[in-house]
């Protein structure tokens, strides 16, 4: 009998609390092929575990990832009701995800992170995703939007640090806001934050990650050199 690349797992809703169904893409079918330089990862079959991070509730329509806390500040749950669940039409995410599909999850999950008041650093991640999404369909317009949304969030974690105690690390919050500037031509910002970067090495581990910003900070001062000529 052959696998599927996906299986199906149950989901308790943190706003609902009620369980639905959501596919989740089994590991050994995932392959990574090769990194961009602002960590997109590129696969090498059709197997693309991205599109199945969101979780969308289909009961009340809460979108979330397993990022987002369990935590709601008082008054936050009848925000979601309010603006979220009263006009939820149910809608099934629970099968095999198009790009299309995926949008949307992503989309449900940045409306609900935003109303939740979910950390910076999740909201970034978010909408860093959306941008490879649209990278990946060419709708340059949009995945340059999703990109100036991240790189603002990034900016907001690192200056109030909520990145601590996540996956993320300093490093690579900087590295990403100055990645990120780059890619939407905001040159000036990316160089400022290149050299953060370049000026921690002696104090990090993460040799790669100094490596990438040398390697942009160099070849970003070089056009400049050129354009100036």
């Not at 050994?28 to 599109?51: A, G, R």
């Not at 500037?181 to 990090?204: H, T």
Request: with cysteine; proline share 2%.
């Amino acid at each position: 009998m052959e696998v599927s690349p996906y299986y199906e797992k149950q989901i308790d809703c943190i706003h609902c609390k009620k369980k639905f169904k959501s596919m989740k893409a089994r590991s050994n079918f995932v392959k990574i092929k090769e990194t961009e330089s602002d960590f997109h990862p590129i696969y090498e079959n059709d197997v693309n575990p991205l599109l199945y991070n969101v979780f969308v509730c289909e009961h009340c329509g809460f979108s979330f990832t397993e990022d987002f806390s369990k935590y709601f500040a008082p008054g936050i749950k009848e925000k979601i009701d309010e603006k979220i669940s009263s006009h939820w039409r149910t809608h099934d995410f629970s099968g095999e995800r198009t790009i299309s599909d995926a949008l949307q999850a992503y989309k449900l999950g940045l409306v609900c992170g935003n109303i939740k008041r979910e950390k910076h650093i999740t909201l970034a991640g978010l909408a860093l995703r959306t941008a490879w999404l649209y990278r990946s369909i060419g709708d340059e317009e949009q995945e340059k939007r999703f990109m100036e949304i991240s790189r603002d969030q990034y900016i907001d974690s690192y200056s109030v640090e909520d990145y601590k105690g996540t996956s993320m690390t300093e490093i690579r919050v900087i590295y990403l806001i100055a990645e990120l500037s780059r890619r939407i031509n905001e040159r000036d910002q990316a160089i400022r934050y290149f050299s953060k970067v370049i000026e921690m090495q002696r104090n990090s581990n993460e040799v790669k990650i100094i490596e990438m910003a040398k390697e942009q900070w160099q070849q970003m001062r070089d056009e400049k050199e050129r354009t100036e000529e």
